[in-house]
């Protein structure tokens, strides 16, 4: 394992991206950083901008509106740096499917590491599903 | 384009996320332009596609922190339609999801009202109680937002009776916390001196605007759909319509934490009143016709438009949502504020925050733009909060 | 003021000019009215007869016109007043309301863009909700789209 990529796997940085989601993802990772889960104490913290951010946790349907900018903020990103797609939304496009707003899906705008599921997915969940992608990088 | 990006690190909790340019003159505020629409998702046309009973997942979607309040306005749209009213049981829980919802909500917006102003603590303190709450939902509906427990004609699932006196003191355990909240907020002199008179919306302004909820509640217009157009059972239980007169970030503050005491006491109203029976009337078709929804969110009110042409899809589904008006009026809200009060002004109504992480200055004197990020202004807005303590003498 | 003296006053003034009234039940009233008779009942409607603003709906039928439903309540009344008028598809003009609120405004912005009507004399006709550069043309919540 190189250098970043240890820097990378040790307390991530992380931005929270919503790119036309419905709240409920969103206060979920924000509930992972609230006393009950409280993720910092793994070292994992939300920061204000990209420039600062190891993994993108993007939450929701790609508004046409709102894909321009999600672009832009994964191009600030320092890398190498991870994409995590929270939410059957972001998945595919979960029950917005159709819509006139959203031709495409988060995976086609941006390179996703890991999906996590669920509508929202608990923040045990989303823990898990961080736990999982950090030992996968860390090659264990 | 990039300063357009509106998402936040601390309050992704848009529901519409939204982008304000505040022009200034110093530090003065003088005009805000708004622009919303990056949340936009096509729900009402959506809507047209999907069945009567699907409709009310979809609604469901459209914010997460109200998440019970669209489906409560969408399946009185459909009861209205097709002229029908859910059994007694039915409404009863129905009206224990949408309090409890209210509490959560208004404890979610105290918190990232208080991160605001640099009160961390504030925040962290209001989502540990919220937890409680996000409990008893779990424990009625299966998930801890999204509760899909409405169907128009019932609800989806029973509360079941040995679940109840646990309900009951879990609710009990919110007082405390509450009296925690109410005390720690109305009796301090450092929020006071950041809220008071801060960001006035006047009465006349606030009918202009025609706002809804806890923003003209604050503002002495009191209106409630829970009380002036009672749906559910609103109407059989007691509890107390909060206004105050002030307009203020304070008022708007105070409102949303008294009437979180209101909605305990509707919840033990409920659960005392709730007699055995059925739950759920099994509609299989909604008649041709249309149908007016509405419901108190904790926001304000919800709306909801839809027209049956008798099959199985609405044919036209119209939703309007409190924020929808409440944003509007930051309008005159925000001007002749301190750039320092704006991210307050622009949260105190309770917008569905990520509005307000990125702001665009334009200075009018030099007619250069200033970019501030949202992290900046909220920096901003603790230093104020430091400056105001020290002038107080208090560390 | 009480529902039957709104309901009075309504009908002594507009009485005649009033196409169809229909009470779904005792709290959800509409009105259909002729499209020139609109900017003067809304302002009779927001005056005298202090009411509030709720939304306006847009509603593509089959029969080749528009509805538009706007819909209004009396602060602490029960009821909703449905105000609804019909514009031709192939001539979609209306005027624009939002002299008389300042609530209409954004709502008549979102109409114009979702279902392509034009409101004349409106102060901002720019993209609302959708992106700026949206075809022309395209409306999402027509029919044919
Ligand atoms: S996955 Fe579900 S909870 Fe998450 S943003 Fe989408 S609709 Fe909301």
Redesign the pocket.
């Known amino acids: 394992m190189n250098l970043k990529m240890k820097a990378l796997t040790k307390s991530p940085w992380v931005y929270h991206l919503?790119t036309g989601?419905?709240?409920?993802?969103?206060i979920?990772i924000l509930d992972c950083l609230t006393p009950r889960f409280d993720l910092e104490r793994f070292g994992i913290q939300l920061v204000g901008s990209p420039r600062h951010a190891d993994a993108l946790l993007v939450?929701?349907?790609m508004t046409l509106k709102s894909m321009p900018r999600a672009l832009e903020v994964y191009n600030q990103m320092p890398k190498p740096g991870v994409v995590i797609a929270?939410?059957?939304?972001?998945?595919g496009h979960?029950?917005?499917d159709g819509s006139y707003i959203c031709p495409k899906t988060v995976d086609e705008v941006l390179p996703v590491d890991i999906y996590i599921p669920?509508?929202?997915?608990k923040p045990e969940a989303i823990i898990a599903g961080v736990a999982k992608l950090l030992n996968k990088l860390a090659g264990k | 384009m990039s300063e357009i990006i509106p998402i936040g690190p601390y309050h992704p909790l848009q529901e519409e996320p939204e982008f304000f340019k505040l022009h200034v003159e110093g530090e003065r505020v003088t005009k805000l332009d708004i622009e919303i629409g990056y949340n936009h998702r096509g729900i009402e046309k959506l809507a047209e596609s999907k069945s009567w009973d699907q409709v009310v997942f979809l609604v469901e979607?459209i914010c997460?922190i109200c998440s019970t309040s669209h489906p409560a306005a969408s399946v009185n749209a459909m009861e209205d339609a097709a002229g029908i009213n859910a059994p007694e049981r039915a409404q009863f829980i129905r009206m224990i999801v949408c309090e409890l919802e209210r509490i959560h909500s208004h404890l979610l917006w105290l918190g990232l009202a208080g991160h605001f102003i640099g009160y961390n603590t504030v925040w962290m303190w209001s989502w540990k109680y919220r937890e409680i709450v996000c409990d008893v939902l779990e424990k009625i509906s299966g998930n801890r937002?999204?509760y899909a427990m409405f169907k128009a004609g019932g609800v989806r699932r029973d509360i079941l009776d040995e679940d109840i006196p646990w309900i009951r003191s879990s609710v009990d355990k919110l007082i405390p916390a509450l009296d925690l909240f109410k005390g720690a907020v109305m009796d301090d002199p450092v929020i006071h001196a950041r809220t008071k008179g801060i960001g006035i919306l006047t009465e006349e302004m606030a009918k202009a605007y025609c706002v809804v909820g806890p923003t003209a509640r604050a503002s002495n217009v009191a209106i409630d759909v829970r009380r002036d157009d009672p749906y559910f059972l609103y109407d059989q239980v007691d509890f107390d319509v909060i206004v105050l007169g002030g307009g203020d970030v304070f008022d708007k503050a105070a409102v949303r934490i008294l009437e979180m005491y209101e909605s305990v006491k509707i919840i033990k109203q409920s659960l005392d009143l709730m007699k055995p029976g059925i739950v759920d009337l099994h509609i299989k078709e909604i008649p041709p016709g249309e149908g007016i929804g509405r419901a108190e969110a904790p926001r304000g009110e919800v709306y909801h438009y839809c027209l049956s042409d008798g099959s199985n899809f609405p044919a036209r589904y119209k939703v309007r949502a409190p924020s929808y008006v409440n944003i509007f009026s930051n309008e005159v809200a925000c001007i002749g504020q301190q750039v320092a009060d704006a991210a307050l002004v622009l949260a105190a109504v309770d917008p569905c925050y990520c509005c307000t992480e990125r702001l665009i200055v334009v200075d009018n004197d030099t007619n250069k733009t200033r970019e501030i990020k949202g992290n900046a202004l909220i920096q901003l807005s603790h230093q104020r909060t430091e400056e105001i303590k020290k002038s107080l003498g208090i560390s | 003021m009480k529902w039957p003296d709104i309901e009075k006053k309504i009908k002594e003034k507009f009485g005649k000019q009033i196409l169809k009234w229909a009470e779904h039940n005792e709290r959800r009233i509409y009105a259909d009215i002729p499209l020139p008779l609109l900017k003067e009942f809304v302002q009779f409607l927001l005056g005298p007869l202090k009411g509030r603003f709720i939304i306006a709906s847009g509603v593509d039928t089959p029969r080749g016109v528009i509805e538009i439903l706007y819909h209004f309540d009396f602060y602490q009344l029960p009821q909703v007043f449905s105000l609804r008028v019909m514009v031709d598809k192939k001539n979609p003009k209306v005027e624009s309301l939002a002299g008389v609120s300042k609530a209409i405004e954004w709502i008549e912005r979102e109409i114009h863009e979702l279902l392509g009507i034009e409101f004349t004399g409106h102060p901002d006709m720019r993209h609302l909700i959708l992106p700026d550069d949206w075809p022309e043309g395209n409306y999402p919540l027509r029919r044919d789209q």
Do not use: A, K, V, Y
Not at chain 1, 21 to 26: E, I, Y
Not at chain 1, 86 to 91: A, K, P
């Open positions: 919503s989601s419905c709240n409920n993802c969103d979920e939450t929701g349907n929270i939410g059957t939304c972001s998945l979960g029950i917005f669920g509508c929202p997915p | 979607r997460g937002q999204s």
